[in-house]
């Protein structure tokens, strides 16, 4: 039985030619546009059963901002990232913003078909090449540059590396909101996006992270200098 969904992609003529192959093999493309910075509200319009969304760049921060706002919005559409060999915070950004598989741009029509099934299935779908090399990397850390710290710190605003410094010291969201001067909802959004920019799923992954690669030693200093008051 055929699918229903979307393709997604900043370059039209992929989009359109991948549509229109996974037409002759019996889907219902509602879709093929460009450029994904539409994306989310075409899918939240059309509410397919799976979006497949491409991008050039996943280590680019923001990336993955359309599909939260998807899984927000259609938490029953599912969500495939088709993209480049990604680094495996590539692909754990990609899962962390509630996409559901890691299609490469170059898989060929028989692979893109099948994550296709096991997403509207409700299944993870990542070619297992892409989470070997994934876990080999994140299973070795003396793999990763030297500079991790700094290339992740490059991917930070100077507001969310605060946001990172404070949640590493331990405060919740209200005492990050009252340190900052922000309201709760928006030190919320702060660590949901610094959560997604590190690729991890949780603050203390996010914190631990931040020690192991020096990260907090680089930023925390200045940050914790400017830092505001804190209530008792």
């Known amino acids: 039985m055929g699918v229903r969904l979307m393709v997604v992609d900043d370059h039209r003529l992929l989009a359109e030619a991948l549509a229109s192959a996974l037409k ?15 994306a ?15 991008t ?25 990232v088709l993209g480049p060999v990604p680094s495996p915070r590539g692909i754990a950004a990609a899962f962390a913003a509630g996409a559901c598989g890691y299609v490469r741009h170059d898989e060929r029509i028989e692979g893109v078909e099948r994550a296709i099934m096991k997403a509207r299935a ?3 779908a990542v070619a297992p090449q892409l989470l070997q090399g994934a876990f080999g990397e994140l299973l ?38 009252a340190g900052m ?19 991890v799923g949780s603050r203390l992954e996010a914190a631990a992270l931040a020690a192991r690669t020096g990260l907090l030693d680089r930023a925390g200093p200045l940050h914790r200098s400017g830092a505001g008051p804190r209530l008792p």
Not at 24 to 38: D, E, I, N, S, T
């Open 40 to 54: 989310a509200e075409l899918v939240i319009t059309r509410a397919p059963e799976v979006c497949l969304l491409g």
């Open 56 to 80: 050039a760049t996943p280590a680019e921060p923001g990336m993955f901002d359309p599909v939260v706002r998807i899984k927000k919005e259609r938490p029953q559409v599912a969500v495939l």
């Open 140 to 177: 070795n850390p003396a793999a990763q540059p030297d500079d991790e710290g700094q290339r992740l710190l490059h991917l930070l605003t100077p507001r969310e590396v605060e946001v990172l410094v404070r949640v590493a010291d331990g405060e919740d969201t209200r005492l990050i909101a």
């Open 122 to 124: 409700g299944e993870a």
């Open 181 to 199: 001067g922000i309201a709760p909802s928006t030190a919320r959004t702060h660590v949901q996006r610094v959560l997604m920019k590190l690729g």
């Open 24 to 38: 002759l093999r019996g889907h219902r493309v509602l879709a093929a546009a460009a450029p994904a910075a539409g």
